[in-house]
């Protein structure tokens, strides 16, 4: 395959872990649950999480189109 492609492939990957994760921890995500570390962290990524799929799908899409345009000289 080309290299653009893995690059894309990549980056999509990236940009969609950490725009997930980041909307996890977010003032208007953020859920009120005494737990413990690693139970708040599974129920934050399961709260609300069709928004988050939606919004870090976009934002890696929009990262895997950046290598796609740039043009090799």
Same mark, same amino acid.
């Given at each position: 395959?080309?290299?653009?492609?893995?690059?894309?492939?990549? %980056?999509?990957c990236l940009? @969609? =872990?950490?725009?997930? %994760?980041?909307?996890?921890? %977010?003032?208007?995500?953020?859920?009120?649950?005494?737990?413990?570390p690693m139970?708040? @962290?599974?129920?934050? =990524?399961?709260?609300?999480?069709?928004?988050?799929?939606?919004?870090? @799908?976009?934002?890696?899409?929009?990262?895997? =189109? =950046?290598?796609?345009?740039?043009k090799k000289?």
């Amino acid at each position: 395959m080309n290299k653009k492609i893995w690059l894309s492939i990549i %980056l999509f990957c990236l940009g @969609f =872990i950490a725009a997930y %994760l980041l909307m996890c921890f %977010l003032p208007q995500f953020r859920i009120k649950l005494a737990a413990e570390p690693m139970e708040y @962290f599974i129920e934050s =990524i399961r709260h609300n999480a069709f928004v988050k799929v939606i919004v870090s @799908f976009v934002v890696g899409a929009v990262l895997a =189109i =950046i290598p796609q345009t740039i043009k090799k000289k």
